[in-house]
């Protein structure tokens, strides 16, 4: 059975930083393209950030590049997202997932809230 435990959301005042973890399991996550993707109230999903299954390529959404970092430890089935200078904009529930023949898997966490206010 696929799972994601995304944790480490909360609420932050602009410009200040979380750390996000997405714990996996029931599958070979060191085959996998890892990402994470966000989703703000009354929009779709978006994809944030990707990595490749060794952790040597990543690639980012405009909105975010040069202020997440996407990074992975294959040892313990985990991705993280760190986010520096964070926006009202970033405000958001923030999935991970696998990438599968191209797409994002059908399997879905319960995500990690992340509020950006002032």
């Known amino acids: 059975q696929v799972q994601f435990v995304e944790t480490g959301g909360g609420l932050v005042q602009p410009g200040g930083s979380l750390r996000l973890s997405c714990a996996a399991s029931g599958f070979t996550f060191s085959r996998y393209v890892m990402m994470w993707y966000h989703q703000a109230p009354g929009k779709e999903r978006e994809l944030v950030a990707d990595i490749s299954s060794g952790g040597g390529t990543t690639n980012y959404a405009d909105s975010v590049k040069g202020r997440f970092t996407i990074s992975r430890d294959n040892a313990r089935n985990t991705v993280y997202l760190q986010m520096n200078n964070l926006k009202p904009e970033d405000t958001a529930v923030y999935y991970c997932?696998?990438?599968?023949?191209?797409?994002?898997?059908?399997?879905w966490g319960q995500g990690t809230q992340v509020t950006v206010s002032s």
């Open positions: 997932n696998y990438r599968f023949m191209g797409r994002p898997s059908n399997h």
